[in-house]
Structure formats: C-alpha cells, structure tokens
C-alpha cells in the first residue's frame, strides 16, 4: 500500500483506509505496512481474538509518541463491529469484538498496533480458556534465561500431563499457554500457577522470582502467574509490538527453544512481520492447536 488513502471490500465490508503513508515506527514501517500485515496473518489469528474482549492499544502518530489503551469500543465504530459488555474493574465496559478479517483491519486502521485479550471468552467471562505464565527477564537476566526456565516449566507441567505451547512476547520476555478449554475458574488457574511459580523459585532462589515487587526481580526471571486474573490481558499472539522496529509476538516450538538456549543466539527468536509471514507459509504455528485443546488442572499439586 504506497498511495495514502484507499477503500477496498473485505467480507462484504466497506472498508477506507487513510494516512497510509504515515510512519509508525522510527524504522520506517508505515501504517499501510500495519494494515497489510495485519490483513495477512488474519486466518492465524482471529481464532485467538474471536469472542474475547479486546483491549487496543493505539499508537495515532507512530511508536514513538503517546499511546492509550481502548478498552471501550470506539462510538464512531461501524454497525457491523460486533461488540460485547463486560464488567471490568471499573465497571461495564462494551469491548469490540475482533471476529472477522474486516473488524481487524478496521481497527487497525484507528493506528491499533498491539491487541491484548483476556483469559476468558467475552459471553463467559469467568472461566478462563487457558492458563499463562509470563517469564520477564529482569536486567541483567535476558531472554536466554527466559528460555532455560521457560523449558523447565514446560517438563513441570508435563508432569502434571498438561500440554504447553510458547511464544515471545515480541519484546524481551516469553509467554507459556496452558489450554484448558474445559470447566475451571480463575481462582484455579491463579492458585495452581502461583504454586508452581513458587515451585520454581524455590529450587533456584538467585535466579528465579514468583514475587509481584520490582526491588527483587534484578538479575532473575520473574513468574508472572498473575496474568491469571479476569481483569489482565496479555497481547494476542501474532500481534505486532510497539518497539522503534516492528517485531511480533511469535508461537515458537519446543526445538527452537531448546536450540536457542544452546547456542545463545536469541536473534533465533527475534521475529518481524515478513518473517511470521513466512513461517505461516510453511505451516508453522503452534498456537493453532489453542483453542480446542481440551486439558484439567490437576486436583492437587505436588510439593
């Protein structure tokens, strides 16, 4: 998309397009850029975005400049953007409802860089779909140390015969998804992450921690198990990230993980837009098994 402004049909849908020229990222990559990207990883990612109250965050003049968070569906939104009232922590709120190739463009469109979703489906907002463990390196600990305890993690849950999938946060740290798919309530699923955060920090106090507190995370990964909550959101995966460059928060294989950590190239894990596109195109994507994979938290956990 070279021109400034264009208006095309998506599934029916009238869409216009404006600023298409417009730099988002100090690297250059413009809006036109944002909306073409977004349109071709759209079959990959609205099964993650579908039915979940989103929340945009949006980037009007570039990554560079101040963002907000829209957790509100936009009044001026067209009839067609299904929409969905949930109550938040501040009350209800109408949440847009990123179900189809149009929706997400049309978002993108209002300078949508990143989309965090909830846990939970909008139409059952207590019961969480998955459990996620975010691993965040805190200086001088990198992404490599994310990926030791991120493998770690996952023989702990096999133990527990959950299956495990990876992404990167598309930023510094990695993302664990637990799919449950199956009846359990977040109280389940903050309690058992918690317990195996601590679990993990138990066995490698210096350089692991399950604590909320930023004075004690220098050095060590922190487990946040928090993110198990009804009110958190965590980016979606394949959603770009608002950095001086694109990058994107990218399903990544066991094997990967496994050879990263031994090599110490994390540049291995560092993905932008061209390149998700690639693997796609080659069938790579984990994260397609999500949502309907059918696990249960265990009863009990073992200490």
């Not at 975005?49 to 907000?68: D, E, S």
Request: proline share 6%; with cysteine; aromatic share 8%.
């Amino acid at each position: 998309m070279s021109q400034s402004s264009a208006s095309i049909t998506v599934g029916g849908r009238e869409l216009s397009f404006s600023n298409l020229d417009k730099p988002l990222y100090a690297s250059g990559f413009t809006k036109g850029n944002v909306l073409e990207y977004y349109g071709r990883v759209a079959d990959s990612m609205l099964p993650l975005l579908k039915g979940r109250a989103v929340t945009l965050k949006r980037y009007p003049n570039g990554t560079a400049a101040p963002f907000f968070f829209g957790k509100r569906c936009p009044p001026h939104k067209p009839d067609w953007v299904n929409t969905a009232t949930v109550t938040g922590s501040t009350g209800d709120v109408e949440h847009c409802l990123i179900n189809d190739t149009a929706t997400l463009l049309w978002a993108a469109n209002l300078a949508a860089l990143e989309f965090h979703v909830p846990m939970a489906l909008a139409n059952k907002p207590d019961r969480p779909t998955a459990m996620v463990f975010d691993l965040d390196p805190g200086a001088p600990a990198t992404l490599i140390d994310c990926l030791r305890l991120g493998l770690k993690l996952e023989k702990r849950l096999g133990g527990y015969d959950l299956k495990c999938f990876a992404k990167t946060s598309g930023s510094k740290g990695l993302h664990i998804y637990v799919p449950l798919n199956s009846a359990v309530t977040f109280d389940q699923t903050k309690t058992f992450a918690r317990q195996i955060a601590q679990q993990l920090e138990k066995e490698d106090p210096t350089g692991v921690t399950a604590t909320m507190s930023k004075s004690v995370r220098a050095g060590k990964v922190f487990i946040d198990w928090s993110q198990n909550d009804r009110h958190k959101t965590t980016v979606c995966a394949f959603s770009l990230r608002a950095l001086s460059s694109p990058t994107v928060s990218t399903p990544v294989s066991w094997t990967e993980i496994k050879s990263a950590e031994k090599s110490g190239y994390v540049s291995k894990l560092v993905f932008d837009p061209a390149s998700v596109l690639k693997r796609l195109a080659m069938g790579n994507n984990s994260f397609g098994e999500i949502p309907a994979l059918k696990q249960k938290l265990p009863k009990s956990i073992t200490a």
